[in-house]
């Protein structure tokens, strides 16, 4: 009977640890992040005095159990360095098989620096501020990156 | 064999509070000037996932930040103070989930603190005393002499 529940001990704190390691399914996957000008251009890299449009694209993650629509705060930050040169934010929901698309542009100022503008984008279902210990990420960060030059 | 069975429940229990109470901010530096860079370093359990959030004077979020916590613990965010940053006093909020969740806080001030103390701003009678004034009314007595 002792060894028993050891075994049963055994097995039910590697159960838990496989559990806790696991990859978390999310429902939402970032599917694109595109970078274009203001006529719509995919564009790599942007003067001073430019506009560099951020376009996104959500999907709802097609393995993922929708019971009922998902909020999301979905976050798009512009970074040179640890400088935060642009920060743009939407709340939505989104359903099984839906894709949500958000926009917006960042201006490079003249005094802007040349050089590499990374982006983040986020989902998260609210900011730590609101959520405290429920908040929790949606889906995996999504990157890119434009340059400004001279 | 329930005893067994008793202190292994107990057990587990136990390191599950623990790991919750296990999130931890370190800010620094605590005043921080226009134009210089605030570490935010996020102690976690491994394998964590956390949100970063700045927060300014007026509530407003200036900086969010994603990190995974990898197997040493702890990972870092910076966030560049810009010129023009309100001051005062910000707040930074991490949470990590079910993991934990802190919070705390630093000043943004105009000025580089020299020896722990922040100046007052140049006053108008400070600018007179470094001589702006002098030098301007220099200009407009030549400026005159030059009138024919």
């Not at chain 1, 100022?109 to 986020?122: F, I, S």
């Not at chain 2, 701003?121 to 007179?128: C, I, K, N, Q």
Request: proline share 7%; charged share 15%; with cysteine.
């Amino acid at each position: 009977m002792k060894k028993i529940a050891l075994v049963a001990l055994l097995a039910a704190i590697s159960l838990a640890v496989v559990v806790a390691l696991a990859s978390p399914e999310y429902p939402i996957i970032i599917s694109s992040i595109e970078i274009k000008d203001m006529d719509g251009n995919p564009r790599t890299e942007f003067h001073r005095g430019e506009v560099a449009v951020i376009e996104t694209v959500f999907t709802a993650n097609p393995t993922y159990y929708f019971v009922q629509p998902v909020s999301y705060l979905e976050i798009v930050e512009v970074f040179y360095g640890p400088r935060v040169m642009g920060l743009l934010l939407t709340r939505d929901t989104i359903s099984a098989g839906e894709e949500k698309r958000f926009g917006g542009g960042i201006l490079i100022r003249d005094t802007d620096p040349t050089g590499k503008y990374d982006v983040e984008v986020y989902a998260w279902n609210g900011f730590p501020s609101e959520m405290g210990a429920a908040w929790k990420p949606l889906a995996e960060p999504g990157y890119a990156s434009f340059r400004v030059v001279p | 064999m329930r005893k067994v069975v008793l202190i292994s429940v107990l057990a587990l229990v136990a390191l599950a509070a623990i790991a919750v109470a296990q999130v931890s901010l370190q800010i620094s530096p605590s005043v921080a000037a226009w134009g210089s860079v605030v570490t935010i370093e996020v102690t976690a359990p491994a394998g964590s996932t956390c949100g970063v959030e700045i927060r300014n004077p007026y509530d407003n979020a200036v900086f969010t930040k994603q990190v995974d916590i990898p197997a040493a613990g702890y990972a870092t965010a910076e966030w560049y103070v810009p010129p023009g940053a309100k001051e005062g006093t910000y707040t930074v909020y991490v949470s990590c989930g079910a993991a934990g969740t802190d919070k705390g806080t630093f000043k943004v001030v105009a000025l580089k603190p020299v020896g722990g103390i922040v100046p007052e701003e140049p006053s108008l009678r400070a600018l007179l005393a470094a001589g702006l004034l002098p030098a301007a009314a220099a200009v407009a007595l030549i400026a005159l002499r030059r009138r024919p």
